[in-house]
Each structure stands twice: as structure tokens, then as C-alpha cells.
């Protein structure tokens, strides 16, 4: 294997492991070299506010991949060596350890860390961010030995969090900006069932409020309660992807991500995007769209691997991912830049079951179920096709 022709792969999560995948799966018989800023070769992360918060999953369970594979798929994985400059013209990148590396195809894939409001004391070393497996540990280590939490963000890794970390036996408040949890992105009805999930979970919520700072790492204003003394604080506020590097190295950028096209292609020759970081064309919905799901950068990872090897596919899915609250599986596929109507159904097939349809002008654009599948997967083909919002919704017993 030859050097002039590597792929070269910069970043360590979803993204990167599956376009290492793909690219050899689809023949590609170059070096490949993943190089990651992260010290753990690439993990699972959705376990880190669920299982693996509570203690219910360990270390070993983590990895996505055995050191075996690696080696025998032949792909060169460096750890802790972020890459700090890059020449997109005479395609090399340079690392913090001082390396220097030539390239044929590239992938970005540096992937998002969590964003910080601005107000005071949030960027304060006591304040807890939850993006890696290592600060999940740390997270368990405070949580195991303290008696109350302050969560701030009500988003899925906040609720799942809020509901782990009260399984511990710690005493949870979430601060929630909207009426209900996921109010913007899910509306009213679901987000009020995520709200009495979180309740029965224990998790006290204080809704419609607003951060106002953190002192001293453990004692938080807001604008309903003055002060709420803590022994935790954690930031559940949202992530920023990590596009410093492209920018600097001259890619097309938009709302804060690498642009590129339906074959995951970016404005640089040779260098594919895919993950947190890309704002790529979505062949089905005819237009670019921001994605942060887990199961999404593992597919745009994998068709980007695929293009690197000689491919040429195509995005064109309506992005989705799983959210699991406590014990409960909410399963949610949608273009993603919001709906004109929301309507729920609920379904006497099991517990608790129910549906939402989300429309724009006739059309649906998203789906969410709770114990319904059949809904969820023929929601997905509904997304993508466009169709008119069901009548009487697919998968419902009367």
C-alpha cells in the first residue's frame, strides 16, 4: 500500500470508524490512516447518558471495534494527535506531535463539542460538559457520591442524563428553557409526555427558565428560582461543531459547517465531509441540511468511505435517530427544519404507545414513535416521498 494514494481520515467517532469501513470494503486498497484528538480509539458515545452513566455498562463495552480489526483491515489508528494545519492544495496535514502527512482522499470528520452559554461561570473547570467517555466517567464518579444535580437543557442528552443520573439515587433538577421539554423540535403533546416520563423518573423540572450564571462551579441563578445550591452542574446546551481547522484550511463554510454535496463531496479537491461537521445536500430533500445523530454520521461516514474507494453514492435518507429516556425508546426520523402542524396518535398495542405525525403544508416531515415501530419505519418512507400526512395513520389500532 502506497502512500501517495492514502486516506487519510480526521476524526475518531461515528463517522470515521464507518468510512474506514466502507472504503475497505469497497475495494480501496490505499493506506488508511484515521487520526483522532480523542485518546480512545472510536467508542460508542449514546451509552455515555444512558447505561454507561448509570454503571450498567462498563469500559469494555464501549469499543466499537477489537484491536483486531484494525490490524486486520490494515487501518492505521493515532490517538491524542490532533490535526493543527492543513494544505488542501498540496494535500498534507500536520499533527500536534509534529508529524506531517501526505494524502490522496480525505474524510473531515472532526465530529462537535458541547457549546457553553454565555453567562457567567459556565466555562468555570467544576461545571461538567457530557461529550466524551472520559468526562461520562467523571460525571458517574460526582454523581455516585453526591445527594443533588443541576442540569441545564432539556434536549435528548439532558433528559437522558437528568434520567440516569436520578437513577443513582441523586436528587435531579432539570432547567428547561421552553414549556416542555423538546418544545421546538417535537411540539407540545410530545414534549409534555417527555415531561411526565422525566417526573416519574424523579426529575424535578423547572420549565420556562432561564440561566442566568453559575458561582463558583456549584451554585446556579436563574430567572424562577434565585439560587440553587448543588453538588453538580451539567451543561446539556447543545454542541458546536469543530470546523476551526477547515476554515483555516480554506473550505467552502456555511452556517457553521463544511458545505458539500450529495456525494458528501467538499469545495477541496479530494476531501469529503460527513458528521457534525458537514452541511451536505440531501439528494431527497433537495437541500442542505445539518445533521447531529449518532446513526446519520455513521451513514454519511460509510458513503463518503464508499466515494473515497471509487463509489458513487449518494445521501438521500430523512436522518433519524433513537433517544432512550429511562427505560422508554422514543424513535424519531425528519428532515429536521421544522413543521407547520403536529398531530399525536396513541395506539392501544402496547403501553404508552403513540405516534406523531409532523406536516408542512399537506406533507409529512417527520415522524416520532414510542412502541411503534411499524409507524416509525413506514414514517421514514413517507419523509422521503413527500407524501400527504396519513389520514388514519399508518400502524394504529382502534
Known sequence: MGSTGRFLIIGGGPAALAA???????????EVCLISADNEAPYARPPLSKEYLRGEAGDGDLPLEERAFYRDQEIHVSLDDAVVGWDTSAKVVATASGRTL????????????????????????????????????????VAERTRNAVIVGAGFIGCEAAASISRLGTQVTLICPGPVPQHRRLGTEAGAEILRWLKS??????????????????????????????????????????VSLA???????????????????????????????????????GRRLPVEHWGEAETM????????????????????????????????????????????????????????WYGDSGRTVGVLTHQADDDYENGSELVERGAPVPAVPVGTRR
Request: contains cysteine; hydrophobic residues 40%.
Open 247 to 285: 476554515e483555516r484550511a480554506g473550505l467552502e463554510i456555511e452556517q457553521g459547517r463544511v458545505v458539500a454535496d450529495e456525494k458528501l463531496a467538499t469545495s477541496a479537491d479530494g476531501v469529503y465531509a460527513a458528521g457534525d461537521v458537514a452541511f451536505a445536500l440531501n439528494a431527497t430533500a
Open 102 to 141: 501526505e494524502y490522496g482522499r480525505c474524510l473531515f470528520a472532526a465530529g462537535a463539542e458541547p457549546r457553553r452559554p454565555k453567562v457567567p461561570g459556565a466555562d468555570h473547570p467544576d461545571v461538567r460538559t457530557l461529550r466524551s467517555a472520559q468526562s461520562a466517567r467523571e460525571i458517574r464518579s
Open 201 to 242: 423518573e424523579g426529575v424535578s423540572v423547572l420549565r420556562a427558565t432561564k440561566l442566568l450564571g453559575v458561582e463558583d462551579g456549584y451554585r446556579v441563578r436563574t430567572d424562577l428560582v434565585p439560587l440553587l445550591d448543588t453538588d453538580l452542574v451539567l451543561l446539556a446546551t447543545g454542541v458546536k461543531p469543530r
Open 301 to 356: 461516514g460509510e458513503i463518503a468511505g464508499a466515494n473515497a474507494a471509487g463509489e458513487k453514492r449518494v445521501w438521500r435518507n430523512a436522518p433519524g435517530f433513537w433517544s432512550v429516556i429511562g427505560d422508554r425508546v422514543l424513535k424519531y426520523a425528519a428532515w429536521g427544519d421544522g413543521f407547520t402542524d403536529a398531530t399525536m396518535v396513541r395506539h392501544d398495542t402496547a403501553p404508552g404507545a403513540f405516534t406523531v
Open 20 to 30: 474506514a469501513r466502507a472504503y475497505r470494503a469497497c475495494g480501496g486498497d490505499d
